[in-house]
């Protein structure tokens, strides 16, 4: 089954204690992403990359990283979290077909730090 | 600007027809997309249409494209219980291969 998994579903953590949120698709799509869905501010990108080993900031970089060694992997980084990264995240991959970006989305990552 | 805009909430009875409606700014969006997010899961695409396009239907689902005022609208005919969820509109432009812009999120209610 074509698939974008993420783990954990659910996280509470505290203000610094660094956290790695994983992305796996079984698509072989080139393009994957990161999103964090806040209420009244919809989906907004945090990271992208388009192929291994090339990643690029998206819209809210600030306080997270990424790394891209494996096609299929995209692992989300927090290297400090604060309560303000508090959100759903949402990993997500995409390939092209005549023109028309379909993206697959994750489930989500509820993630709660305190 | 960059920002995509929709109403938050829509309330319908059952049966009745929804209209979702979405605002965009960038001219240059190439595709514009419908996408639903059920509870407790991710995105899924619903529709989508090309900006060249006016209106495109798909079985209980018509969007209409109004370009010249920026302006999306997801129509659902015979809404059902199950028709509730949070859509939200988004658009791609030319060029960016894999950024999406998606608007806020109307969070569409259907009731007996």
């Known amino acids: 089954e074509a698939q974008v998994t993420q783990n954990p579903r659910y996280l509470i953590t505290v203000t610094g204690k660094k956290l790695t949120v994983t992305c796996s698709q079984n698509?072989?799509?080139?393009?994957m992403s990161w999103y964090r869905q806040d209420p009244g501010l919809g989906l907004r990108q945090i990271y992208y990359?388009?192929?291994?080993?090339?990643?690029d900031k998206g819209d809210v970089p600030e306080g997270y990283k990424v790394s891209r060694k494996e096609k299929r992997n995209f692992p989300l980084i927090l290297e400090s979290p604060s309560p303000n990264q508090t959100s759903l995240y949402f990993c997500?991959?995409?390939?092209?077909?005549?023109?028309?970006?379909?993206?697959?989305f994750g489930p989500g990552t509820r993630l709660t730090v305190t | 600007g960059e920002d995509v805009e929709q109403s938050l909430f829509l309330s319908v009875r059952e049966g009745d027809s929804s209209v979702i409606n979405c605002t965009y700014t960038?001219?240059?969006?190439?595709?514009l997309y419908w996408y639903k997010q059920e509870p407790g899961a991710g995105l899924q695409l619903l529709t989508y249409?090309?900006?060249?396009?006016d209106m495109k239907q798909d079985q209980r689902l018509t969007v209409l494209l109004n370009k010249k005022d920026k302006h999306l609208s997801l129509r659902i005919a015979d809404t059902q219980t199950g028709d509730s969820a949070i859509y939200f509109c988004?658009?791609?432009?030319?060029?960016?291969?894999?950024?999406?812009?998606f608007g806020t999120g109307t969070r569409l209610q259907v009731f007996p």
């Open positions: 997500a991959s995409s390939h092209r077909d005549r023109g028309v970006y379909e993206q697959y």
């Open positions: 698509m072989n799509h080139e393009y």
């Open positions: 990359s388009m192929n291994v080993e090339v990643t």
């Open positions: 960038d001219s240059s969006s190439t595709y």
């Open positions: 249409i090309f900006s060249n396009m």
């Open positions: 988004a658009e791609s432009r030319f060029g960016n291969t894999d950024k999406l812009i």
